[in-house]
């Protein structure tokens, strides 16, 4: 698909100290599809200044608040304006910003968990239905390419029906009360009234329960949660488990930590069927494990040629030089551009284009932040999973 | 310590077909502690006599019972009879041949779990209490010399107060329906009568059960299960999570399963502590993974000269030569046998030594049974767990 | 240390069908202190206009060759022209566009080997030497963090006074005539006028080099070289064993091949000395295992808060969110830029900013071609490695 | 195959401070095939006594020395005497007892390598060949159950015709001169008295030699060795490669070091062939690597349904339950004891019980030395390999 030039990108957030502002331009950036070209990127007019001068940006297009942003970019030349926003903000301040940046008519991509409460997603999720925008909720997970090849194995029936479900998501970084010792990551992600209610597992949970549900293509139908405040002093949950169950009859568990002293981002996944079985983990990301009960297990690779289309789709480079976090955020920027040029260009987007995680996968985290802690508070066993719109 | 004479072992079941009793054997063997003296090795006598004929004993010491074997071994000279009775018939014979051994005044080795119901486990706790013999439960895995490692570094409190423990024990072979396959092993296993009324849980789970309790220290005090038959037409269990609490207040997540297809026998335990974690996997039983949040995780390996005495105890190769599974039953065996040599010496053994499961560890595995079995079908999230003895 | 505005790149080469352009550019682009401005892509200029609009360049900065390119980019106003050359084609094609680029005042970044023979290699030598110009040469797994790490705690002389090298690069996929099978990548690389007379050991063998004096900081004094053509028909070799002597005593064996069946690309190095040793793979890239005689072996992790100002300095995600090749390219041009930028400002970039690999690396290399090749041919064992200037 | 008694070992050697002669009795105890019958454990007569006691030997069974066990085992009456002599001694013991063992009728098991010198193996080797009793020579690591897979794998053609040949054998202990701190194993082993003119490519690099040989089925035709002596003030060598080429035109490289300073025993073989490559470590015995050009690389476990007859034979437990380097003994002595069996029987042996390590393997291992040590004096890079009987 030719076209003729790179998509705007205006940042929201992502001021000095930000970890994962950084990372989205890296993933934004690397395939040449994006360009920065205007950004608010704190609510402090000096810093937004200070990151907008350090990411070389001209001084007219640093806005001091993103509504200065909207207004300002909407009034210049269509081919010179931003066509996308990207909103790196902390959890509070996702909904506001999401909803004027669809009014003004920029797509959006937003990092997770979609808003700061439910009563937000679900107006979110219906202004996002009635937007002609396209909209990205960055589950950077699912944007690994041998996520994708699971996911296809699954669909193609490789591993039969699926039985059970293992997702981790194991953490130590808040072992201690970080969050007193100045550090802005952990101030925040503890603070309920930024990060929301949940804490583990809403920063991280929501993660685990949004792969669980993309590698098998089922849905939970319930849950049973035990949450934990590991540290004392701290105001919200830093660890649990969720017992799982879909709607094919699998059943799961769900464990997310960042209390696991030691540790450090380890996603990983494992899905049981009738015929086999599929194991990922996060930092052995190029390899996906096949298992089978009467021959030898295979070591599915990224980059190599035997894959199917989805991790095809998501790849860069040949089997053997790893690609990583940034490059799974960059898969779904690219594919999240792709949709875009299509739309501009009226054609249809390639079904792996249109593989990016999105507002149905943000209302869904966003109920299960919700059902979790109601579980977690009641002396049911268990809890229905039910996705009010 | 000097001792005259190898230790007579007896050998109830492992006859054709049997895959445990021939483990027992080499791990009994390996030392040079212990020679095989007598068997009753099924109850079809053809069937016991091929055996005894297999192992070389002279026929007047392979008997077509185990009462005829207490019996005849009794009426032997001292010195001729054997001195230990190990028991490696399925659950629903562990109960009569131990009490009878115990009476005529041997020494008991047990396979797990200890009886077949709780009411059995009751009664055979009494009876080795009060009885003068050594018993000797085989839950293999805590022979293993870096699990020894792990408890010792817990009681050292080198990774702080223990806040969590993950143990998972994922098995695939009963994928399918094999016990309706001619399969001796998955038949007695999948049967209530000769199995009890756990079948996974009580095969399996009560081996991660006893691991998270033995490397921690800490006993389990309330659980919440979540019990399977994944597979139609299976009378018991053969998958499940439990959910538990711990008496310091840690909080653990038990799985267990038999039809994870594709998986072998990779029982792996988490401890995480306030100030580090560890990590072990049967499949890599040499290797002890130490996790610190501020400095390099490190490798702890069995053989080497950095280890404590109980692992030191527990270990007969140097670094880089691996032992495994056979070897972690001989440890349970070498240490039997040096507290019945002590015993036979009158002196004190080394706690190094008296570091094997007992009926104490039994009973807590045939409660763990129960309660597991009952919060299943429970409404209620939690249900204590308490050990009637 | 600010600047005002992105660093113009002019790519020469990386076509339709290229592996290395693409990733140059990936590398390039995402941390946001390059952007693509030019390009003479072919020298099909068809292929070229091509592929400058996928790139979305303007039509006018896309050339028919690199002399049209120098020549209109040196006309045009100074901050619109470009101020980096980037050179990927293939090695026949790394002379004389650099020497041109040079000439025509542009930094430059040249994917390795430097050129084709070594008579070329002096020439560029000595003309970067007198150049007022900064120079690039893409050795990218040097610009790994972990890769760092180890030469630092070398330098700082963690595990002691080097005494032994193990670098393997070995690799499968030339492991039939896929050069017959039109594979553009496999047609030049066995094509001694386009590669260079070393096959294999131009390719790879110069990365293992590099990667060995460059993590012991050590420098090779002596080899012994075996090389192979394994697959008949093919010009060049294919595989080969290197034994090297460094000039502090170290001894080192360095294996590369293409024809090791079924691997991908996972070159690895293991540094033994005095006190310990390090090791690490491509594959794993994010990981360096520390050995230790006395103590358990350390697992050192990229984006941790132990590592030293070398790996800090390429890092851009906190640990367990791997980075992998494309970051070790940006690592490199990353480096490039800041370097360059200081030297726009007047500035002493920092010392981890110029560690970079550069011309005196590249003509090392071209020795060691020269050397392997001669040293193959000899029945003396030992051959002197003298790089002439 | 039945049989009536255990065979009688007589053990030579493994007093006090052997580490090899404890675990020839562990393999060869475990499976219940030897008892152990009489020894001569030391040539200091008290140091004998009291290894005895501590086995638990009859005092009249344990010899001051050899000459004295052979003729008053040989005084008793057949079926108490007896049958296999095991001797562990250090290397320059190995000469004479054998000779003398297999002159009074006993078979031979013993430790590698053959003798002290050339000179003693070409007699040792036509002393066996003229003998009538059976010859074990314990090249352990051949007797590993996923060994016997890539060997029969190799020989089916599954990785079609081979190309190369990686073995490693890297340990770290002889990092310092632990010979200079009454290390009784080291004293011996750099004492070229008693270990042989050979240090480290005597001790391991014959293991490593013999399994190339072994798992390809191919012979060397022509090394180039590289030796080292790592720490100064040891007399004989403790690293070193050689460059290896075999018969079927494949290449070899062969690392030995036992100055790797923190490696332990992790003794590595890759194969790599037309079609396919093998890759086993003895870390990670219980697992076979299958690399594929085109397809998953598949994992190969021990104890699996799907492995080959070779491996089958050498295996007594299901998959996931590890098997280790104890058990590769074991494997080594009940194929010995079974062909026994069948010798006494007049029974052909199976294909398998036969693979066992024996003289031929022996004598090439010596002529390995002697062809190492020349090489590696040499100026002439190439030395041809040639095993005079």
Same mark, same amino acid.
């Given at each position: ?22 990372? @989205? ?9 994006? #360009? ?34 909207? $207004? ?6 269509? $081919? ?10 902390? %959890? ?87 969050? @007193? ?92 069927? #009738? ?9 052995? %990301? ?27 789709? %998501? ?19 690219? %594919? ?15 079904? $792996? ?6 507002? #149905? ?9 919700? @059902? ?6 009641? #002396? ?10």
């Amino acid at each position: 698909m030719s076209h003729s030039k790179k998509l705007k990108l205006g940042l929201i957030g992502g001021g000095p100290g930000s970890f994962i502002g950084a990372i @989205h331009l890296n993933g934004a950036l690397m395939d040449g599809l994006f #360009e920065l070209a205007a950004g608010a990127f704190s609510s402090n007019p000096e810093k937004s200044k200070q990151r907008g001068e350090e990411l070389m940006l001209p001084p007219n297009r640093v806005y001091a608040s993103y509504d200065e942003m909207f $207004e300002s970019e909407l009034a210049l030349p269509e $081919e010179e304006r931003i066509d996308v926003v990207c909103i790196v903000t902390p %959890n509070h301040m996702h909904f506001d910003p999401t909803i004027k940046a669809l009014e003004h008519g920029f797509h959006v991509a937003l990092d997770k968990p979609l808003t700061l409460n439910y009563e937000q997603a679900k107006k979110l999720y219906h202004a996002v239905q009635k937007s002609d925008q396209l909209f990205l909720l960055t589950h950077t997970y699912s944007g690994y390419p041998m996520i994708k090849q699971a996911k296809q194995m699954i669909q193609n029936g490789e591993i039969g029906k699926v039985r059970k479900v293992y997702v981790e998501y194991p953490q130590g970084w808040l072992w201690k009360l970080l969050e @007193h010792e100045n550090n802005k990551q952990a101030a925040w992600r503890t603070d309920p009234t930024k990060n929301g209610k949940a804490g583990c597992m809403g920063d991280i949970g929501t993660h685990a329960f949004h792969m669980a549900e993309y590698v098998t293509g089922e849905k939970v139908t319930h849950i049973c949660a035990d949450l934990y405040i590991k540290i004392d002093g701290r105001p919200i949950d830093d660890d649990g488990v969720v017992l799982m169950r879909f709607e094919n009859g699998a059943s799961g568990v769900l464990m997310a930590s960042q209390t696991d002293t030691g540790l450090e981002n380890n996603l990983k996944i494992r899905v049981f069927g #009738e015929k086999g079985g599929l194991e990922w983990e996060q930092e052995l %990301n190029n390899t996906l494990l096949a298992r089978w009960p009467d021959r030898p297990d295979e070591i599915y690779r990224a980059g190599t040629g035997y894959l199917g289309s989805l991790a095809n789709a %998501n790849t860069r480079t040949p089997a053997g030089h790893p690609e990583g976090y940034v490059e799974a955020f960059a898969n779904l920027y690219r %594919n999240f551009a792709r949709c875009i040029y299509a739309k501009k260009a009226g054609e249809k987007p390639l079904p $792996e284009w249109e593989d990016f995680p999105g507002v #149905e996968d943000g209302i869904r985290g966003m109920a299960f932040i919700d @059902h979790v802690l109601a579980s977690n508070v009641s #002396e049911q066993k268990w809890t229905p999973f039910i996705v009010e719109k």
